[in-house]
């Protein structure tokens, strides 16, 4: 076939003079073949019904047929062919007599795009010969019975992914005779990670079965003291997701012949996935105001968002940053490429990569809000991806840290990543893309300053231990946590610590040395802060310790604010100050106790239910100023889930979701969501109100269709309460 087919509508295209062809991002545009291109005049007598003539192409495409089974593909609902690049697949070929390979000569032809290019990888005409070779496109006879013949395909283990259309070609004395359109033999060629010759080739089974076919998954969030989990359903086998995942790649403009390129994919996915430059899948809301749309909190999982934005075509309302992350974790593990979800708790969004967040005092040493601009998030969700980088030195490839949530620019678009995570230990954060920022995320430390009336900044405490105190993601095999946060840096204080934060300022991260301000640390008084664990609507108390070491006598004049906060640790309001003096004798402790009331927080609770408190104390007798501040989570109630009936594929059950209003007040708005990925997609049901006290109960008859273990995910929201989860693990038996 000429690799270009030119019809009389192509010829009319506005080009530019600096390309032949436009540019081809499109995965769904097709060119028009012809059933029969001609080498000349062909004469008269010419009937193409006296050669070899295809009757019919079988795929082996349902999942419990060869190929999908062999390539891990048999979860996919969706009725087409897909495979894995660098593994063969076989399809047979009915014909209208007998195949005779020493007088008829055939060849299949994949294409992609409207203007494919043997040399851009569109356009792939494959010979049919003898033995395949490895990661190489061929295909060779494998079986001829009567008038079919089995083929063994190999494709090229760096392949472009994506939707091909497949011809199958056969040569005549005048002309070339086609297959006609037929898009029942449409091929998705995804990454492989089970071959050794493919970028995102990964050798344990176990972390396969995880990272690229576990459809479930956990996100952790919380506090470091204080961690919560919830499911998320990644639903990346669902019907239309692949197409939808497609579509994204096109929505980004990657050209058709980058796809086979893992860091080129997830360096376009993560500015597509977020909405701020691009019209992406998802826009961010972090104002606790949801209008026309959904609440990040009330999601469970990536389905719906994705296939209302390949519906729409519009951004879907709202996100935070574990939204981000979950839906660009589906995009990864449909692809093919393994993925998984992060959280780094107490991490720094830090404006200028300095490694430093600034707290500001003021002279009685309670924060100065006007000056602080700095923020800790509570928790930070990201992903990793796991390819090579041979865009690197050796030794920086496997996980890739790929951010979709929208923080700072990078080459002029809201993105992040991919960024080696081996590279973000070793402070080798000149390696592309994005390390210093990540890098900041892990490592900075917070200042507390206070500044003189005269400008001078007397740095009153540096907290060298908080940020990125924790990094963890789920375990392998289970739903327990796995702390990876060994994996991003090195022991506190240890050597190897020292040396990668020296080849991290070597390379242009700039961190500011405490020679530039004036830092004279109290050391023979520490300060602590414990708070209890707290339900949300009830009262708790706090407890501050001194612990006084030296044989002085102290009066510490101490400050207390308690914050209501966004997870990302910038404050709504404070809704209680409270100030004391403490007498410190030599060398003992002392523990005062602050009380929360419900009626202080309730009113202006944000839906994540999360304080920051800030102590400050000032020694009088020293004028030294001692600060530390803590992020609380309150304990949200929970959904329960429960089952009725047999649980047999094939049969109705029974799901019941039950919840008790615990608040001293009545809920309102208030929406349900349930979905049990593999088994139930998303529905939802709006209930006017809770009333305090009452129980609000749910249920809902479906079928599932089909065996294993499942997991039931549901979720609540309301205006006066969010994040509300409840989830259920249920054996579906065979019938």
């Known amino acids: 076939?000429?690799?270009?087919?030119?019809?009389?509508?192509?010829?009319?295209?506005?080009?530019?003079?600096?390309?032949?062809?436009?540019?081809?991002?499109?995965?769904?545009?097709?060119?028009?073949?012809?059933?029969?291109?001609?080498?000349?005049?062909?004469?008269?007598?010419?009937?193409?019904?006296?050669?070899?003539?295809?009757?019919?192409?079988?795929?082996?495409?349902?999942?419990?047929?060869?190929?999908?089974?062999?390539?891990?593909?048999?979860?996919?609902?969706?009725?087409?062919?897909?495979?894995?690049?660098?593994?063969?697949?076989?399809?047979?070929?009915?014909?209208?007599?007998?195949?005779?390979?020493?007088?008829?000569?055939?060849?299949?032809?994949?294409?992609?795009?409207?203007?494919?290019?043997?040399?851009?990888?569109?356009y792939i005409p494959?010979?049919?010969?003898?033995?395949?070779?490895?990661?190489?496109?061929?295909?060779?006879?494998?079986?001829?019975?009567?008038?079919?013949?089995?083929?063994?395909?190999?494709?090229?283990?760096?392949?472009?992914?994506?939707?091909?259309?497949?011809?199958?070609?056969?040569?005549?004395?005048?002309?070339?005779?086609r297959t006609r359109r037929n898009s029942a033999t449409d091929t998705y060629i995804l990454f492989n990670p089970w071959c050794q010759l493919d970028a995102v080739y990964l050798d344990d089974e176990k972390e396969r079965e995880e990272y690229v076919l576990n459809d479930v998954g956990i996100v952790f969030h919380g506090n470091a003291e204080d961690i919560k989990s919830r499911s998320w359903s990644y639903g990346q086998f669902e019907e239309n997701v692949l197409d939808a995942c497609l579509f994204l790649m096109d929505k980004a403009e990657l050209e058709l012949s980058g796809r086979g390129n893992p860091i080129k994919i997830c360096r376009v996915a993560s500015a597509v996935i977020n909405s701020r430059d691009d019209d992406g899948v998802i826009a961010g809301s972090w104002n606790n105001s949801y209008d026309y749309g959904v609440a990040p909190s009330a999601w469970t999982g990536s389905v719906d968002i994705l296939l209302e934005y390949y519906s729409s075509k519009q951004p879907v309302r709202y996100g935070q940053c574990w939204v981000f992350a979950g839906v660009f974790n589906t995009f990864l593990r449909c692809l093919g490429i393994p993925a998984r979800v992060i959280t780094n708790y107490s991490s720094a969004?830090?404006?200028?990569?300095?490694?430093?967040?600034?707290?500001?005092?003021?002279?009685?040493?309670?924060?100065?809000?006007?000056?602080?601009?700095?923020?800790?998030?509570n928790y930070h969700c990201w992903n990793e991806a796991w390819m090579t980088r041979p865009d690197l030195p050796v030794g920086f490839g496997g996980w890739q840290v790929v951010d979709g949530t929208p923080q700072e620019t990078s080459d002029g678009m809201y993105r992040c990543g991919p960024a080696s995570v081996q590279a973000i230990k070793h402070g080798h954060v000149c390696f592309q893309f994005d390390a210093p920022?990540?890098?900041?995320?892990?490592?900075?430390?917070?200042?507390?300053?206070?500044?003189?009336?005269?400008?001078?900044?007397?740095?009153?405490?540096?907290?060298?231990?908080?940020?990125?105190?924790?990094?963890?993601?789920?375990?392998?095999?289970?739903?327990?946590?796995?702390?990876?946060?060994?994996?991003?840096?090195?022991?506190?204080?240890?050597?190897?610590?020292?040396?990668?934060?020296?080849?991290?300022?070597?390379?242009?991260?700039?961190?500011?040395?405490?020679?530039?301000?004036?830092?004279?640390?109290?050391?023979d008084v520490d300060m602590d802060f414990?708070?209890?664990?707290?339900?949300?609507?009830?009262?708790?108390?706090?407890?501050?310790?001194?612990?006084?070491?030296?044989?002085?006598?102290?009066?510490?004049?101490?400050?207390?604010s308690g914050n209501i906060v966004f997870y990302t640790g910038v404050p709504k309001s404070e809704f209680k100050k409270h100030s004391f003096s403490a007498k410190l004798e030599p060398s003992s402790s002392s523990s005062f106790d602050v009380v929360i009331k419900s009626s202080e927080y309730m009113r202006d609770l944000l839906e994540q239910a999360s304080f920051h408190f800030f102590v400050t104390a000032r020694i009088n007798e020293t004028g030294k100023i001692l600060a530390v501040q803590?992020?609380?989570?309150?304990?949200?109630?929970?959904?329960?889930?429960?089952?009725?009936?047999?649980l047999v594929a094939g049969k109705e059950m029974s799901v019941i979701v039950e919840f008790t209003n615990p608040l001293k007040q009545t809920l309102e708005n208030v929406t349900l969501r349930l979905e049990g990925p593999g088994m139930l997609r998303t529905i939802k049901k709006q209930f006017g109100r809770i009333l305090m006290n009452s129980t609000l109960t749910w249920e809902v008859k479906f079928t599932p269709m089909r065996a294993g273990l499942r997991k039931l995910i549901a979720s609540l929201n309301s205006d006066a309460l969010r994040h509300v989860y409840g989830e259920l693990n249920v054996q579906i038996q065979k019938p």
């Open 1 to 122: 076939m000429s690799e270009t087919t030119s019809t009389n509508e192509e010829n009319k295209l506005p080009l530019n003079g600096r390309r032949a062809i436009p540019p081809n991002y499109s995965n769904d545009e097709e060119n028009e073949v012809p059933e029969m291109q001609a080498f000349g005049v062909i004469p008269r007598g010419f009937n193409p019904r006296d050669y070899l003539r295809v009757v019919d192409i079988y795929m082996f495409k349902e999942p419990q047929e060869i190929n999908k089974q062999e390539h891990h593909t048999d979860k996919y609902y969706n009725p087409k062919l897909i495979v894995r690049r660098g593994q063969a697949f076989q399809v047979q070929i009915d014909f209208n007599r007998p195949y005779q390979p020493q007088s008829d000569q055939f060849w299949l032809e994949f294409l992609m795009g409207r203007y494919p290019q043997q040399n851009k990888g569109t």
């Open 126 to 177: 494959i010979p049919v010969g003898g033995a395949l070779k490895p990661g190489q496109w061929g295909a060779k006879v494998i079986h001829r019975e009567n008038n079919s013949i089995r083929l063994s395909i190999m494709s090229s283990a760096t392949c472009i992914i994506g939707k091909f259309r497949l011809y199958v070609a056969v040569l005549t004395p005048y002309g070339i005779l």
């Open 349 to 377: 969004h830090d404006n200028n990569a300095n490694l430093r967040m600034d707290f500001f005092l003021d002279d009685d040493g309670k924060v100065d809000t006007r000056l602080t601009k700095d923020s800790v998030w």
């Open 437 to 523: 920022f990540v890098y900041a995320e892990v490592n900075s430390d917070i200042f507390y300053t206070r500044m003189e009336k005269n400008g001078t900044q007397v740095v009153e405490n540096i907290d060298t231990s908080r940020i990125g105190q924790l990094i963890v993601t789920k375990e392998v095999g289970g739903d327990g946590m796995m702390d990876i946060t060994e994996e991003y840096k090195f022991r506190e204080g240890s050597d190897e610590e020292r040396l990668a934060l020296e080849t991290a300022v070597m390379y242009g991260v700039k961190k500011q040395s405490i020679q530039d301000t004036t830092y004279q640390p109290q050391t």
């Open 530 to 560: 414990q708070a209890q664990k707290a339900v949300l609507g009830n009262d708790f108390k706090v407890t501050i310790t001194f612990r006084n070491k030296s044989r002085n006598s102290y009066t510490a004049t101490t400050y207390f």
């Open 630 to 646: 803590k992020a609380v989570m309150l304990e949200i109630p929970t959904l329960r889930i429960k089952t009725k009936g047999e």
